[in-house]
């Protein structure tokens, strides 16, 4: 949430900043600004996208040092003057900040008390005048005195005036990367920012700063003490970062599953014993059966999958699982076990809700493991061990690889503490040939997208959408009613098939269509029952199924998705519901990779 970029070195830097912005755009995109060290300190922000502040740049926006950042605003509507960079009263410090400060009122009081005008409504601009009060001999000694005032998440980069050969860093729970290149130096909050120009990177921890010059980076505790960093090679295809011939990353990453999908589960199956082969779980047989409950953390998707990973759980492991909102987990004081299994799962690694659920369950002693994505950040390093997804790079807000590739991971997992308990050698390698047909069976689900297109373009008309499933398949009607409202804007909820008579059946309507799950499985009967008593109301119906499955007179357009084992099923269900919010969205002329008022990494709580 929010992206930062900086740059010092040989080259011009404004082209450089745009550049890198625009890559994280995802992360938040309200309004963008830079600011660069010249002949003096030059700033330019504005509401609006990127590409915005790059066509309307001040002419001789020089200066080889410089710092950006694209916003998803927190303290203050998204205006021209809230947007970063936030500067100082005499213009000679410029801060740009990913986070929130949590005193920032107290602090901004004080400031005003003392006489100084602030500019803006945010949180970040108290930084900038706390850099600027202080009188310390170093711009590194400055910034760590005014962070030593705030309380709250930051990553945060400082250009000042008076010392213009260098950027200073630091970061407390938002994510700082520095890319190493020749005779200059980068840093950003997203490795996808700096791989056009280096692939030799130093990930800062949280407590930690940097500072930044033409020839090089030192890093060092906010005491100031020294701490040595090595910048290591990171293997990263560039171009992975790149929506390539396709008009959205969204598209991209949906027609990636197939291969993503593979990648998860390569070198992971093992076929003889009928079990997941989990290497980065770090737990031996006697660890593992000793597990007596699962308890899943996620937001947003990582939730909803965490809801089907916990069906697996239950059903191929007999272990009770279930699945919470991280954001949610934490405030309710926990009861955390030892003898529970807790599961973050998480694209990104950085979002803040679970990355602090993590924390709280490891501060009781209790024992983590992480579905991440992203290698190597906060949440992966954070847990006792994990299973990397291998999903490649995700921009769209709209998560569909990651989460394809966590159902993988969820299956997996069960697999493992199933093949140690109860489930049988015949079941696991069912299961086994099951997981091995599924990346060709999401491709033939993906090469039905036309189909999909014209059904979209008419629910694209509604302005209210159910979306329904029982038992494994609920969590699939919240992730497609999830990714409906997200990037179609349209009001899109969910709910068990089996609650509608309890309530919702008041709202179905022939204004209101309802997309039911109905998989071939021992609730077919009973699905069926309910389509009918939607059909009586009038109420037009898309059903997700089977092609074995008979749904009898019902009226309804039906979507055929291929059957593998019934366990494995939903993530087959849930593929068609991405391509009908894509191409809704898409006829409604909708941002799809970039939807209003979100952003694809939440690190704000
Ligand atoms: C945001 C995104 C969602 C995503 C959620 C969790 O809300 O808009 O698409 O599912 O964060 O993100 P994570 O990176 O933890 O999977």
Redesign the pocket.
């Known amino acids: 949430m929010c992206g930062i970029v900086g740059y010092i070195g040989t080259q011009q830097a404004a082209p450089l900043l745009l550049e890198g912005l625009a890559r994280l755009e995802h992360r938040g995109y309200d309004s963008a600004g830079l600011a660069v060290l010249g002949s003096g300190l030059r700033v330019a922000k504005k509401a609006g996208r990127v590409r915005d502040l790059g066509a309307d740049l001040p002419k001789r926006f020089t200066g080889k040092a410089g710092i950006g950042h694209t916003r998803w605003a927190t303290h203050g509507p998204a205006n021209d003057v809230n947007a970063h960079p936030h500067v100082d009263a005499k213009g000679d410090v410029a801060v740009v900040h990913n986070g929130i400060i949590d005193n920032a009122a107290t602090l901004r009081q004080q400031l005003t008390d003392d006489g100084v005008d602030l500019a803006s409504d945010t949180d970040t601009e108290v930084l900038a005048h706390l850099v600027a009060r202080s009188t310390a001999d170093t711009l590194e000694e400055r910034v760590a005195e005014a962070l030593a005032a705030i309380e709250g998440t930051y990553g945060i980069a400082v250009l000042h005036a008076d010392f213009p050969d260098r950027i200073v860093v630091a970061r407390n729970g938002s994510p700082l990367i520095i890319g190493v290149g020749d005779k200059e130096m980068h840093v950003a909050s997203d490795l996808g920012a700096l791989v056009r120009y280096t692939t030799t990177v130093a990930h800062l921890d949280d407590g930690e700063m940097a500072t930044l010059t033409a020839t090089g980076f030192t890093t060092y505790r906010q005491d100031l003490t020294r701490i040595a960093r090595e910048a290591t090679e990171v293997d990263v295809d560039p171009s992975s970062y790149d929506a390539g011939e396709h008009d959205s990353f969204m598209r991209k990453e949906m027609l990636e599953q197939p291969s993503a999908a593979e990648r998860v589960l390569r070198g992971r199956l093992d076929e003889r014993f009928g079990t997941g082969h989990l290497g980065g779980l770090d737990m031996d047989a006697r660890e593992t059966r000793a597990i007596k409950r699962v308890k899943i953390l996620?937001?947003?998707?990582?939730y909803y999958v965490g809801q089907m990973g916990a069906s697996l759980v239950e059903e191929l492991a007999r272990i009770p699982a279930d699945a919470e909102a991280a954001s949610e987990f934490r405030y309710r004081n926990p009861v955390i076990e030892p003898d529970t299994l807790y599961v973050a799962?998480?694209?990104?690694?950085?979002?803040i809700d679970?990355l602090l659920a993590v924390q709280e369950i490891r501060r009781k002693g209790g024992r983590v493991i992480g579905l991440v994505n992203v290698v190597g950040s906060a949440i992966a390093r954070e847990c006792d061990g994990g299973i990397y997804l291998h999903a490649g790079p995700e921009v769209a807000?709209?998560?569909t690889k990651?989460l394809t590739n966590m159902f993988l991971g969820f299956a997996l997992l069960a697999l493992q503490l199933g093949r140690v308990r109860d489930l049988s050698i015949a079941d696991g390698k069912r299961l086994i040939a099951g997981l091995s047909r599924l990346p060709e069976q999401i491709q033939e689900v993906l090469d039905g997208e036309d189909a999909l297109a014209d059904l979209a373009t008419d629910l694209a008309d509604a302005e209210s959408l159910f979306f329904v499933g029982r038992v494994r398949g609920f969590p699939v009607a919240r992730e497609g009613a999830q990714k409906f409202k997200?990037i179609s804007y349209r009001h899109a909820e969910a709910y068990q098939t089996s609650e509608l008579k309890h309530g919702p059946l008041a709202l179905i309507s022939p204004e209101v269509p309802t997309i039911a799950i109905v998989p071939a499985d021992e609730l077919t009967d009973r699905n069926v029952g309910a389509l009918h008593e939607i059909a009586a109301r009038g109420g037009p119906l898309v059903v997700v199924t089977h092609a074995d499955v008979d749904l009898g007179e019902v009226p309804c357009r039906r979507i055929d998705v291929p059957r593998n084992e019934r366990e494995l099923d939903p993530i087959l269900l849930t593929i068609p519901l991405q391509l009908l919010a894509f191409h809704a969205a898409q006829v409604l002329g909708h941002d799809i990779d970039k939807p209003r008022n979100?952003?694809?990494?939440?690190t704000v709580e």
Do not use: H, I, N, Y
Request: with cysteine; glycine share 14%.
């Open positions: 996620g937001c947003g998707s990582a799962v998480s694209q990104s690694g950085e979002t679970t807000v709209a998560s990651a997200e979100l952003a694809k990494s939440v």
